[in-house]
């Protein structure tokens, strides 16, 4: 049995998969298609090129998701993160790196290691004799390979365009103004969409809110295409909120925001004149997305406009909208836990494709593709991160958790993992408990603090077995 480890592609994800396995004993080949052919936007032939900023996020390991998988990468001897820490340039409480020096010194360390072969040329065909395949080709995967992926999996399943609508942690939701309610009754007897009945959470406006929310949405900010990006709008129907918005005063009330069928259980007697509805986002219940919401408003645009719905007024966003090219799969109906095609198990995929969003989130996912894939080769078997961690949460989340009919990208947040015990009630120096908006931050700081130390203690654990 052929033992070698092709990768493809040379991103994030495929360095760091191409690495780990190495590291284990693996002999891999990593298949990079630049400078053989480019992409719209790599301007290097250099491996794991950033291609926009040169910011990994936040690096505080306490209070941040992004900050705790960052920890976690390093507790695991990532190569990305070693190069990333090694080239840091100052940016307060984020981790941002000299690109040239942080790609130049991946590229360095993949070169010379003595498990790994660079073959720099495009895949466009998975040979019969490659036993074992990470297929990690990004978000802008070349068309041939990506005409391929689409035959192994079925085209509906693979996308081009991620049309993401913003995504709220559901502690966040005021339920005094909320109520649960589906559109249509308990048997779907209207549609056919069955659930029990109170499937979604459901914001009201009245008739002056519903003009004030229309004129800020459609005065707002939006986001620039990249002139190559400027065939991505409104695929598949999928018109941002604020275009529809600019079509008529009452086309949202009309479509994603009529309020036909829905009676607000806090005030019975009057009719809503619009309803935001709001769809479970994750199995854990911890995540809620504004249906029919996508939206390339800016991020603090976007912030401020769905913070004038009602019951949205103190909304945290575990990610907000946007539009953008991203080859990727519908990972949850079709990858297997450690990441194997269900139907081809000789292929895995990392990074980006899988439907995780950003460049640790692309990193993470390598990293256990390599792990899995060297363990498999070597007959061997690795447990999965716990899914309190911010490793297994992830990987939960685009294999299992997130609802295969509405997947779109995700980046790393406390909502994919499961709740916490309930904290004590917070109080001050005094010993007193906090009032008002002194309580809502010391309560959202102990809920971080309590999440990044379940990880951090349930990571250890794992990795030390
Ligand atoms: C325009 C743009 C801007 C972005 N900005 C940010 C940002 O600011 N911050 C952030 O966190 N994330 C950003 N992202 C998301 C970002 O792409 C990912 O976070 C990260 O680069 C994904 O890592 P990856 O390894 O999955 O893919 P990539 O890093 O894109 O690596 C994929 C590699 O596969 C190669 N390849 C493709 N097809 C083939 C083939 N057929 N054969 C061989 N090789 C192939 C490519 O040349 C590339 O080197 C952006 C994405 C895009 C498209």
Redesign the pocket.
Known sequence: MEKVLHI???????SEAAWQAAQAGIQVVL????PVRK?D??VTDGL??????N?F?SDDAETNAVGLLHAELRDSESLIMGCADAHQVPAGGALAVDREGFSEAVTGKIEVHPNITIER????DIPADWQHVII???????P??SELIGKMTGSDKLAFFDAIAPIIYRDSIDMDICWHQSRYDKSGELTGEGGTGKDYINCPMDEAQYHAFLDALIESDTADF?DWEENTPYFNGCLPIEVMAARGRDTLRHGPMKPRGLTNAHNPDVKAHAVVQLRQDNALGTLFNMVGFQTKLKYGAQTDVFRLIPGLEDARFARLGGL???TFLNSPSLLDGELRLKNAPHIRF????TGV??????TTI?LMAGRFAAAQIQGSAVAHPPMTSAFGALLAHITVNADAKTFQPMNVNFGLMPELEPLPAPVGDDGKRLRGKLRMQAKKQARQRAFTARARADFSSWLQA
Request: charged share 20%.
């Open positions: 493809i592609g040379g991103g994030l994800a495929g298949h990079e298609m630049r992409t936007a790599h794991a090129e950033l291609v926009c900023s910011s996020r040329a495009e895949v466009t990690a080709t990004g978000p802008l995967t070349s041939a390979l990249k953008h090219r991203n990392a990074g980006q494709i969003e950003g460049y640790v989130e692309s390598g």
